[in-house]
């Protein structure tokens, strides 16, 4: 099986720019998860999205958004960035079902630097 | 509010050497998932293993053994016989399962280096 792939792997972007990120989850796994790593405040949870609905929201501005399409592809959105959104971010899917449901398998990441 | 304490910042060992690497945590919950990843300066985050709250046998996996304790909140990790391969940073996560819903997140360890010396 192929594991989850995020695109594209490095942005550079100015502040106030908009930038979107995608996530392919593992086939069959219907939940996606992402997550934000910084030096400063470790790995934080964003949002999960399961069969096109989010499901759980971490503490992020509304700047930061997502969706997720009937394929269970995933993508986040930030809108007017900032200097503090250089980060690498991290999505995962979740299988739902069997031995291995609640085990999330992570992505190789987007860093994103805002200049 | 859950929280996942991974006090030691950074370890250095020499090559063949044991480590442990510690994680306490704090939950609410009477049901949740602990973790392991391990993150190599690629920076893919890989997934060691998954414990639920209600298995505290311990395990081995090859040089890889988990010691949960449930009295103490704690989740530790050790590597025996470590190799320069396992230098990378490691980290312990609690899971916050919704067993209604299934929502899920996970609330990660600020991590520990690990650096294995030849």
């Known amino acids: 099986k192929a594991g989850v792939t995020q695109t594209p792997r490095y942005l550079i972007k100015t502040r106030g720019q908009q930038v979107t990120l995608s996530c392919s989850p593992i086939?069959?796994?219907?939940?996606v998860s992402w997550y934000q790593q910084t030096p400063g405040q470790g790995l934080q949870f964003l949002f999960e999205?399961?069969?096109?609905?989010?499901?759980n929201k971490g503490n992020f501005p509304g700047r930061f958004s997502g969706r997720q399409f009937s394929n269970s592809r995933s993508e986040m959105n930030v809108s007017t960035l900032e200097l503090g959104d250089s980060a690498l971010y991290l999505c995962?899917?979740?299988?739902?079902?069997?031995?291995?449901?609640?085990?999330?398998?992570f992505g190789p990441g987007t860093r994103l630097t805002v200049l | 509010a859950q929280k996942v304490t991974q006090a030691q910042t950074e370890i250095s060992v020499v090559e063949k050497e044991d480590v442990t690497l510690d994680c306490v945590y704090e939950?609410?919950?009477?049901?949740?998932?602990l973790f392991w990843y391990k993150q190599p300066p690629s920076g893919e985050l890989v997934f060691l293993i998954r414990r639920n709250s209600f298995d505290e046998q311990n395990e081995i996996s090859g040089r890889y053994s988990w010691n949960f304790q449930k009295s103490t909140s704690s989740f530790n990790f050790t590597i025996t016989a470590s190799q320069v391969v396992d230098s990378a940073v490691y980290f312990c996560?609690?899971?916050?399962?919704?067993?209604?819903?299934?929502?899920?997140?996970?609330?990660f360890g600020s991590g520990t280096r690990l650096q294995v010396q030849p």
């Open positions: 995962a899917s979740t299988s739902e079902q069997g031995a291995r449901s609640n085990e999330q398998f």
């Open positions: 999205y399961f069969s096109e609905t989010q499901r």
């Open positions: 996560a609690l899971s916050d399962s919704d067993m209604d819903t299934g929502r899920r997140a996970l609330t």
């Open positions: 939950t609410r919950d009477t049901t949740y998932y």
């Open positions: 086939s069959g796994h219907r939940s």
